[in-house]
């Protein structure tokens, strides 16, 4: 405690209050001695200004007063002379040499007084001495004159004084009575000289200097002025002036000058005013010539830069760091003073302390330590080694240690230690009792003594718990084998002796290998040789089988357990073998029980799946004829009857829906049912579903709103497919049940989901809502809440039941939260993953996919799936489809080529459809070209676009295949029309008219775009206005003539004003009909076919008239979708040819020639694949054959091309979809064309 008193009375803040007092004093000083050395210096800088504004004052009166005395010269020759020629002026100022020696000067003069008696006599001798020219300005009768005759130098500025009356104004007048009256020279006040022009305009003044005839007396006031003849004067521009004094420094100073009699005016113009905020201002009062002037000058940066001493402040900074570095070398010595004092009482506190920390750590150590000198003598002993001993530290000091541990320091114990480093030995207690114990043996040497130290480990509990180990290992129920590193075995239980018939003392010491299979024995050396390299536990048999060598040779199943056991020095392995027979046999009887379970569900499938086939079948027949007899196309029906047909087709419809719930319900619970893991568009599906179930709020006055939170992602992984019928079943039973209201679908993530891993959907209605106790039960299959319910409001109870299915396929789950008549919601949670984890490459923009062959199909869409679906349709219709995923490589593709139509979304991942709309009609190339655009976004009210057409989704599969029928008939119609109309309405006018008389109409508004699409296409009639933006019709026609001859194409001109005979001489030359714009457009129709006008037949018609005599091969078991079909067939004027098997088919393939083949192949199991086959292959099958399927997946449309079929259609057929059908596989464009009447 003394010591460490000592220790903390150093004063260690001793040095560092030393070096602050030395900074602070050093600091001070030096701060004192710069600041007198700072004011010095402004005081010199003051005066230094000072020198300088009073030389500028000096300079300026210098300069004036040389002025003066030029003046004073040139009076002197004007006195002396009676009459002063033009001649003799000239030679005085020359020899002045005015711009040489006085700068500054605009010009000196002479002017001659005059008064109205005596001016004509003066201007008429001035006009005799050879200036005829000359006269007097500005006119007027005035008392006294005072004429300008000479000035110099006579350049143009100064000629403008010649014959100016100075008398005329004012302020000249003023000072020219002054010198007259004096005598002495003056100044003019500020005035604008009569050189000045209307750029670089300064402020003047005038230095009059009076002239008195040479013999006058000139005493007296009144002598003077009866004596004065005129004036001499000097000119001055006061800028160039005071330039012309500063010189160098102008820039160096600011200037202003000021005339006392206005100070508000300065004289300097061109100059900025004197700032305020300059360093060093003077302000001087000049009185000179009988002006007083004020003269302001100040400080410019560049100035006090000048007299900025820079290194002044360099020089207290150098001053304060070297008192600081000074400081802080006295402060760092006492420092390291005082450290060293402190350093050394610290290592001698130090040294007791370990001291005592060694006293006490071989006090506490709980192995028996003893010192021991050279003759075994014992020094010190600590309490764990009197415990021991059963004696005491002080007894133990100063024994012999050979009575406690005999022979311990004889020659034969060390040499053994010296070899190993702990060898077992027997000790002696002090009452008698033998231990054992486990010593390790140092020596080392102090002052050249050889002392030892002896550690002693007490054995007694170890050898306990080996002895514990063994009767564990004994009474094991599993066999326990102990292998050293060379792989022989070291110690085995009692039950390896009954796992392998072998006695413990035939395995000790022999290998491992003798327990296992001969087959099996080489690669186990080399397994048992890498495991002893990397030894670690491990459980082997988990994914394979292994087997025991039995001594009788049988094999035994077993699994085993391998861990690494160290024992001493030695490493061992621990083999825990397990007799796994008894379970392996359970396993047999398990595999034959599923088996059997695998029998009987597969009978379960294809129980469902022939049953799906015998329900939709004659559902199929029902549709059809329903849907015919609603559609009512003989008209023989009436309302009642056609209304019957209606709820028929719909009751079947709900019938079919009910089959479809009942098999995904099946699907479910037998685990086939596949789910699609893939980035979707969250968003879009939303709008999708809000689209499509609007017009079912609409129709019960209800509120349909889908709102998505901003942490929400826009892209997720999910099935796109389940969850879409997910939230469609919750959706449509929420409005089912809700009368009035609002029904809302809450997108977002739960507030303990942090992570954005779980995504919450609510489905909220204010509808009847559902009892507590009945919550659980409407989640069950064909369960309502009561009857009543089932009967108000209709349904089966299937959907909430698949919808929680579906939800736990996701593996999600489904709840709850309503009261009786206040409206339910149903939450769903779902573990998503958003696209920046693991799907993020989903994300990407796709590259633009090409697919099929014929004319260029652009689709810009974002969603694979249904941009895939569009192409199938498109190739089906014989175009080439280009699939781009964004809106930028849809612009590129558009640069790059032409297609014969655009399919766009609106909604696309990197910039707007309307965007790559307005890009596309801003392109010359593309004015024509059809745009379909499909998106979820409705139609804006404000829209509209000749060659566009907008459809919303979903979008039926029967309006694509009549989209494409259409885009095929425009592409592959020989009947093309090229119409160049700036006018819309006219244009759309004309468009529609020869689109029904089944023409294939481009549009073009200007010539430019006229010609493009002229030199893309042939077409057999163009129709031009003649007054177009950019030229006119007669010059487009000359153009396209000079692309391809018009020769065979007929042409109309539209012109708002009569054509001149030169004009209709020029039509001539291309066959060319001239007609006005007051024409009807059926004017045009009867020019174009010259023949009777015929009316366009419906699409029925059309088909029927173009079929006539086609035969058609229809083969189905099932004689009701034959009748079915053949009515539809018959419709259209094929001739259809049953056949319920495939033997008849083919018998009657072979007697007849078909131009269709419609196959029944909506059963894997059934005739139809391998019939397609044996037409195609055996009996060379020409026309196309038309699988009849129930769904059009891709898994069944790739199952029906393998095997023959050309194409798919969908079960029950719909009228159109087989129209569309029809019309690609017969083409029947033509014959529809044909069938055309106006």
Known sequence: MDDRTALHSRRSWLPLLVALALMAGLGGWIGWQWHVQEQRSKVEQEQRFTFAVDDIEHTLRERMRAYEMVLRGLAGVVAGSDEVRIDDWARAVDQLQLQDFYPGIQAVALARHATPETLTTLIDQIRASGRERFRMYPPGDR????????????????????????????????AIISTRNSGNPVLTGPLRLKQETEQNVQVGVLLFFPIYAATAPVTTEEERQRAFVGTLHGAFRLTDLM?????????????????????????????????????????????????????????????????????????????????????????????????????????????????????????????????????????????????????????????????????????????QLRETSQLELQAQREDGKAIPVAVSLTSFRHDDVLYYVLNLLDLQARKRDEERFRNVVEASPNAFVLVDTRGDIVMVNRQTELLFGYERQELVGQPVELLLPEALREAHRGLRQGYAENPEPRRMGGNRELFGLHRDGSALPVEIGLSPLRSGDEQLVQAVIIDISHRKAAERRLREQADQLAVANRYKSEFLANMSHELRTPLNSILILSDQLRQNGSGNLNDKQVRHADIIHRAGHELLQLINDVLDLAKIESGHMQLKLEPLNLRELLTELETSLTPMAEQKGLALKVVVDADVPPALNSDRARLQQILRNL?????????????????????????????????????????????????????????????????TGLGLAITRQLVEVLGGHVTVDSELGNGATFTVRLPVESTSGASAQALLPRQPQRRGRGPGLLIIED????????????????????????????????????????????????????????????????????????????????????????????????????????LARHEQNSLRLLLVETDPRRRELIREYFERLGYSVTLAVGAEAARLAYAEQNFTVVVVEQELADGSGLDLL????????????????????????????????????????????????????????????????????????????????????????????????????????????????????????????????????????????????????????????????????????????????????????????????????EAEEE
């Not at 005072?146 to 003023?174: C, K, M, Q």
């Not at 449509?732 to 995504?759: C, H, M, R, W």
């Not at 280009?882 to 590129?892: D, H, R």
Request: net charge negative.
């Open 143 to 174: 008392e006294e004159y005072v004429v300008t005759d000479y000035i110099h130098p006579t350049d143009w500025r100064n000629r403008r004084v010649l014959g100016f009356d100075l008398f005329s104004e004012a302020t000249r007048r003023e």
């Open 243 to 415: 330039e012309g004094i500063l010189g160098s420094r102008s820039r160096m100073l600011q200037l202003q000058l000021f005339d006392a009699a206005n100070p508000e005016s300065p004289l300097l113009t061109g100059r900025a005013p004197v700032s305020a905020d300059a360093k060093f201002q003077r302000i001087r009062n000049i009185y000179m010539y009988g002006r007083s002037w004020q003269l302001q000058v100040a400080s410019t940066p560049e100035y006090e830069a000048v007299l900025r001493d820079n290194n002044r402040a360099f020089s207290l900074a150098a001053a304060l760091m070297a008192a600081a570095l000074f400081s802080l070398l006295v402060g760092g010595y006492l420092y390291l003073r005082e450290r060293a004092l402190r350093n050394s009482q610290v290592l001698s506190l130090q040294l007791q302390e370990r001291e005592a920390r060694f006293r006490q750590l071989i006090e506490q150590l709980p192995v028996a330590t003893l010192l021991c000198n050279a003759g075994g003598r014992i020094e010190l002993a600590n309490q764990s080694a009197g415990q021991l001993f059963g004696s005491s530290t002080e007894l133990l000091a100063g024994e012999r240690v050979s009575r406690y541990v005999p022979g311990v320091l004889g020659e034969q114990v060390l040499g």
């Open 731 to 795: 959706l449509t039973n929420a409005l089912k049940f809700t009368e009035q209201g609002q029904v809302e679908l809450l997108a977002s993530y739960p507030p303990e989901d942090a992570d954005g891993q779980i995504l919450q959907l609510q489905v909220r209605d204010s509808g009847i809502g559902i009892a507590e106790d009945q919550q659980e039960r409407i989640f069950q299959a064909f369960q309502q809440i009561d009857g009543s319910i089932s009967r108000h409001y209709g349904g």
């Open 863 to 966: 969603d694979a799936d249904f941009a895939s679906v569009v192409a199938e349709v498109g190739q089906s219709h014989g175009f080439t489809s280009l699939i781009c995923s964004t809106g930028q490589q849809g612009l590129e593709a558009l640069r790059r080529e032409h297609f014969a139509a655009v399919i766009l979304d609106i909604l696309l991942p990197d910039i707007s459809g309307w965007q790559v709309h307005r890009e596309l009609r801003g392109d010359e190339r593309h004015q024509g070209m059809p745009v379909l655009i499909i998106s979820c976004v409705p139609q804006p009210h404000d829209w509209h676009d000749d060659g566009s057409r907008y459809l919303v989704k979903p979008v039926a599969q029967a309006e694509l295949e009549r989209i494409f029928i259409e």
């Open 1038 to 1233: 000359d153009a396209l003539e000079r692309l391809r001859s018009l020769r065979g194409v007929t042409v109309l001109v539209n012109s708002r004003e009569k054509l001149s005979e030169t004009d209709l001489q020029h039509l001539r030359r291309y066959s060319a009909s001239a007609l006005s714009k007051e024409d009807d457009v059926k004017r045009m129709g009867e020019l174009v076919r010259r023949g009777p006008t015929v009316s366009s037949p419906s699409a029925a018609a059309s088909l029927q008239v173009a079929a006539s005599g086609r035969r058609v091969l229809l083969v189905d078991e099932d004689v009701r979708l034959i009748y079915s079909l053949t009515a539809q067939l018959d419709e259209l004027g094929l001739l259809v040819v049953p056949a319920t098997s495939a033997d008849e088919a083919v018998e009657r393939f072979d007697e007849d020639a078909f131009d269709l083949v419609l196959l029944d192949m909506s059963q894997p199991g059934a005739e139809g694949p391998d019939l397609a086959q044996r037409l195609k292959q055996a009996h060379d099958c020409q026309a196309p054959i038309v699988a009849l399927v129930t769904t059009t997946g891709g898994v069944e449309r790739e199952r029906c091309m393998a095997a023959g079929a050309d194409d798919v259609l969908l079960k029950p057929v719909e009228a159109t979809a087989l129209a569309a059908l029809l019309q690609q596989w017969l083409g029947l464009e033509s014959g529809a064309a």
